[in-house]
């Protein structure tokens, strides 16, 4: 399986939704150590759009509003945990 086939979603089936998850809070914990948090939330969520958009220009497919609601949650499962520890939102 080539890089960019696996990047298109073509393996993800059933599992989109859990990919789409933990990609957004994947990308919202490395950006962590170097933006305050509402900025790497802001970036997480904007590479989601991107990855939405890029599907809707290239692929031709629709812009899944429920992708980017699971988007929102596996960044706001971050947001969450990196505040219950003590990580300040600013």
Same mark, same amino acid.
């Given at each position: 399986?080539? +890089?960019? #086939?696996?990047?298109?979603?073509? @393996? @993800? !089936? #059933?599992?989109? #939704? %859990? =990919?789409?998850?933990?990609?957004?809070?994947?990308?919202?914990? +490395?950006? &962590?150590? =170097?933006?305050? &948090?509402?900025?790497?939330?802001? %970036?997480?969520? &904007?590479?989601?759009? !991107?990855?939405?958009? =890029?599907?809707?220009?290239?692929?031709?497919?629709?812009?899944?509003?429920?992708? &980017?609601?699971?988007?929102?949650?596996?960044?706001?499962? =971050?947001?969450?945990?990196?505040? %219950? +520890?003590?990580?300040?939102?600013?």
């Amino acid at each position: 399986m080539g +890089v960019g #086939k696996f990047f298109t979603g073509v @393996y @993800y !089936g #059933k599992y989109d #939704k %859990a =990919v789409h998850f933990f990609a957004s809070a994947g990308v919202t914990v +490395v950006l &962590l150590p =170097v933006l305050p &948090l509402w900025a790497a939330a802001t %970036a997480a969520f &904007l590479v989601g759009l !991107g990855k939405e958009a =890029v599907d809707w220009r290239l692929r031709h497919s629709r812009i899944d509003p429920f992708d &980017l609601a699971v988007n929102f949650l596996g960044i706001a499962a =971050v947001t969450g945990i990196a505040l %219950a +520890v003590g990580l300040s939102w600013g």
